[in-house]
Each structure stands twice: as structure tokens, then as C-alpha cells.
């Protein structure tokens, strides 16, 4: 049944590409992590909701998936051009705090945003400061060739591999000044595989290397990390769009120089064979990003009382190569849908076991296929999911089955949300769900007994606590929180 060919965008060759795997039976998958020098917005969940979508679409493939997603605890700079602060370094220094507590507790905010998304764990997490050893190893030995020392650090010389920067299709000439600020490099692009601490500088975060004291390059960790944990070549790349200009490009030239020092044959494929990236979310104001300081926080839809997953369904609307605009009226019509397919999903709890192959529905497990392996267009597999979430007279653990496999690849957990985990409920709020469910029930007994004044009077007391008594509401919210 999953029998469509899988066709990926690669932004290497800005072409669908039909998916072979290195290995056979097997996919491996790596995935730039977060910087985890503040909280994650929900522009860069995105990010992982698409990676997620892809693992869980090559799982539906049949492919024994491995994934792994780096944090970057060490390295990232306030700027891109090797001259600014290193970001951890910064917000330690902000919260006058050490870098590892800094660490620690924006990594945990991000699980718990991975989690509440429905994002399967991958099978590592790979913590940049626990590869320091390997990112030294790996620049020694395509420092020869490729490298060459200043008095800042260790810098990769662009030019000495071939056609770089082709995934950013780039103009490199020498001149163009794409990228430049340390004195002395030799290309604009040249970045900065060590970094050595200034002379009478101390860093909370330093090692001893052959380049002197100092902390790798941001690009490095990728490289290493990647190559080490899935090997040369492996399947797909994945990060966000802004790492097809920079962190990518890089990632590959570091992957060229050490697969042609090695022997390793790495032809134009650069480590990984697929590139893929997720275009951003936006709002009004633009690109939403963690450095301009404002942003919004998972953790901040879920407190005006949006349950996590409707943001993930609004991811899933929109095709992963596109922009998307966050809007609250937009998240507010995602919780809606998934509320309409959840108290479908809900008629089926009772269902016994079916078995999913059933022919009716083999249209549309057709559909969802072809739409999931067609670079992983979401939004009509959603629909699909939909029309089997609406056909009548159809075996009722059959349907089940079905539902359970489409949401396997989608992962809205429909079957084990109910209707009342959908329900607004700002923390704001201060009258409690169990004060309301009484006020309601005692409302229904006074309309019972037809004393309609007992029950105005009842939905005016929760009115002035903010509760809004919905009668006859469609989607049978019965009530919601101003
Ligand atoms: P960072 O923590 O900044 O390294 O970013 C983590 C991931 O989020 C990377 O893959 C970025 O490319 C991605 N990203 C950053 N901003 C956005 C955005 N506004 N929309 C979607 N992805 C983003
Ligand atoms: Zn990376």
C-alpha cells in the first residue's frame, strides 16, 4: 500500500528527487538541533514538527529510521561572520549564571516543547561539548590541507575545496565580501574552525587543542557529529532555510575536506545525499527569531489556553517549503479542525481491533501515500485522514485501524486526545474547570425544571467570571474562557 515512490526536494539540486536509502532498508537522518542559549520560539519548533513528519514518513516507508538531533551547547555566535560573542557565553553572562545551568535548562525547555508536540524522540541527541574530542581530531586532519592558522583561530580555507557553496548557490569571487570581518582570511567566506581565546582571556567554556586554548567553530559540531553517529555518505541533511546559506554550505566543505583526506569517495553529495530545509514561520513583523528578542514561546500559546497540538496541525496545513504566517485566528481555526477530527476519532473508542487493509479504504490510504510521499505534502494528507474520519457505514475497528496508521506519519494523536483536553483554558483564568462543570450542571437542573430566571441568572454568574456558556454550540464546546 505505501507503494508510492518517495520524492524529496533536495536543495542541493533544487530538484524532487526520488528517495534511495545509503543502506538498504535503512534511513538515516540528521537534524540541526537548537542553539540552547534561550528558549526555543515556535518558528524554530517548526523545524523539528517537519523533521518529525519526514522520520515518521520514512518510518511509514518501511525504513528502520536512525535520527539524530544535535544541541549546540558551544560555538553558535552572535555573528556569522567569527567576530561576535559566542551566544551561551552572552546569556551566561546576562544571567550571571554558569553556561552548563544555562544549558541544562533551555535543553529541558525544548524537550518539554518536543514533547508536548507530539516530536518522537530521535534515537540520539548528540551534545556538542561532549564531542570536543572528536571536533579536534577531525581538524587535525584536514587542517593540512585545508586549513590555515591566524592569530584569532583556525580558519577553513574555501577555496581549497571544490565548488563550494553550491547548496547556497552563492557568488564566492573573491571581492563579493559575503562574509569577512577577521583580518587576515583569505576568502570573505574562510570560517573559523577553532576559535582561540584571546591572550589573557578566560572563557567559562575552553579546551586545550594544538591551536592553543580555545572552542570549536560553530560548523564543526555538525560535521563531526553527523559523520561520526551515521557515517559518510548518509541519507538526509535537514535544518532550517536560513542553514542552506551558511552553517550548511560550511558543513559540506568541512564533510568534502575529510571525506578526499580520508579516502572516503563523498562524490557531490557532501555528506549527506538529501539537503532538505523548512521554510519560516513568519508573523506581521518578519522572520520570527530568538536573537531579536521577542518571540513567542510554545509555552505561551499553551498559557492563553491553546493545546500544543493545534499548533502542530497548523504546521501541517502548510506545505514545509513555504512560508507560514502565525496568527492567532490561524491557530485559533487549527483547533477547531483538530477539535472536528478528535470527537470524530472519539465515536471509534469502543471500536474492536480491525485490520487496516480493508479494499474501501485502500482509495484512500492511496491518497495519503501518494500525497506524504509526494514531498511530504501534509495538507492533503490531512484531508485524507479527514474523509476516513467521515465515511459512514464502515466497520468501526477498520476505521479505527485506519485512522491510527494515517496518524502515525501526521501524529496529532487523535486517538488519545479527547474533546475536553481542547478546551481554551487560559492559566489566567482564575474559576476552575471543576466550579464550572457545577455551575453548568446545577444550570441544566434549573432548566429542567423550567426556572429559566435560576438559570439566566446562573449564566450571567459564570459570564462575569469570563465563562461564556456556548448553547447549542456545533462543536459542543458548551463553554469557553473569555
Ligand atoms: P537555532 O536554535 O537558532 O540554531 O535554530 C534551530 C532551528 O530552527 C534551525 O533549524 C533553524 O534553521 C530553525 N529556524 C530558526 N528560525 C526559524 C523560523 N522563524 N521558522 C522556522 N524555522 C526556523
Ligand atoms: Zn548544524
Redesign the pocket.
Known amino acids: 500500500m505505501n507503494d508510492a515512490p518517495l520524492q524529496l526536494f533536495n536543495s542541493l539540486t533544487r530538484k524532487l528527487e526520488t528517495f534511495e536509502p545509503v543502506h538498504p532498508g535503512e534511513a538515516r537522518v540528521y537534524s540541526?538541533?537548537?542553539?540552547v542559549y534561550n528558549y526555543?520560539?515556535i518558528?524554530?519548533m517548526?523545524?523539528y514538527v517537519f523533521a518529525d513528519v519526514l522520520g515518521r514518513t520514512l518510518s511509514w516507508k518501511g525504513y528502520r529510521l536512525t535520527h539524530v538531533i544535535n544541541i549546540?551547547d558551544v560555538g553558535?555566535l552572535t555573528d556569522d561572520a567569527d567576530a561576535g560573542e559566542d551566544k551561551m557565553e552572552k546569556m551566561a553572562a546576562a544571567k550571571a549564571q554558569s553556561i552548563w545551568d544555562i544549558a541544562r535548562h533551555y535543553t529541558e525547555a525544548y524537550w518539554a516543547d518536543v514533547k508536548a508536540l507530539n516530536i518522537r524522540e530521535p534515537a540520539e541527541w548528540s551534545i556538542a561539548t561532549n564531542y570536543i574530542e572528536q571536533m579536534i581530531d577531525f581538524a587535525k586532519q584536514i587542517a593540512p590541507r585545508h586549513c590555515y592558522e591566524l592569530d584569532s583561530g583556525l580558519y577553513f580555507d574555501v577555496s581549497t575545496v571544490d565548488d563550494y557553496g553550491r547548496l547556497a548557490r552563492a557568488v564566492t569571487e573573491e571581492g563579493e565580501g559575503r562574509i569577512e570581518a577577521v583580518a587576515g582570511k583569505r576568502n570573505a567566506a574562510d570560517f573559523a574552525i577553532w576559535r582561540k581565546t584571546p591572550p589573557g582571556e578566560t572563557r567559562q567554556m575552553e579546551w586545550d587543542s594544538p591551536w592553543g586554548k580555545g572552542a570549536p567553530g560553530w560548523h564543526l559540531e555538525c560535521s563531526v557529529m553527523s559523520g561520526q553517529l551515521l557515517g559518510f555518505p548518509f541519507d538526509i541533511h535537514t535544518?532550517?532555510?536560513?542553514?542552506r546559506e551558511i552553517h550548511h554550505p560550511n558543513e559540506i566543505a568541512q564533510n568534502q575536506a575529510f571525506c578526499c583526506t580520508n579516502g572516503l569517495s563523498v562524490p557531490a553529495n557532501s555528506g549527506a545525499r538529501i539537503w532538505m530545509h523548512?521554510?519560516?514561520?513568519?508573523d506581521r513583523t518578519g522572520?520570527?527569531?530568538?536573537s531579536a528578542g521577542e518571540f513567542l514561546r510554545l509555552q505561551l500559546l499553551i498559557d492563553w489556553g491553546y493545546h500544543p497540538l493545534a499548533y502542530r496541525l497548523m504546521c501541517l496545513q502548510a506545505h514545509y517549503r513555504s512560508e507560514l504566517e502565525f496568527s492567532w485566528d490561524g491557530l485559533a481555526a487549527a483547533l477547531t479542525r483538530l477539535k472536528r477530527m478528535v470527537m470524530a476519532a472519539e465515536r471509534l473508542t469502543d471500536a474492536g481491533e480491525g485490520d487496516p487493509d480493508h479494499p474501501k479504504f485502500a482509495p484512500l490510504l492511496a491518497k495519503f501515500d501518494a500525497a506524504i510521499s509526494d514531498d511530504l505534502n501534509t495538507a492533503i494528507a490531512l484531508t485524507a485522514l479527514e474523509e476516513v474520519l467521515a465515511m459512514k457505514k464502515v466497520d468501526a475497528g477498520v476505521k479505527r485501524a485506519v485512522v491510527a496508521k494515517m496518524d502515525a506519519v501526521l501524529g496529532l494523536g487523535l486517538l488519545d486526545l479527547a474533546r475536553a483536553d481542547l478546551r481554551l483554558r487560559p492559566k489566567a483564568a482564575v474559576i476552575t474547570e471543576a466550579d464550572i462543570d457545577a455551575a453548568l450542571a446545577r444550570r441544566k437542573g434549573a432548566r429542567a425544571e423550567k426556572d429559566f430566571a435560576a438559570s439566566d441568572a446562573i449564566r450571567d454568574e459564570l459570564a462575569a467570571q469570563g465563562v461564556e456558556v456556548m448553547d447549542g454550540d456545533p462543536l459542543g464546546w458548551e463553554w469557553k474562557l473569555g
Open positions: 540541526c538541533g537548537p542553539t526555543p520560539h518558528g524554530n517548526r523545524a549546540t553558535h535544518g532550517g532555510i536560513d542553514h523548512n521554510n519560516f514561520l513568519v522572520k520570527m527569531s530568538k
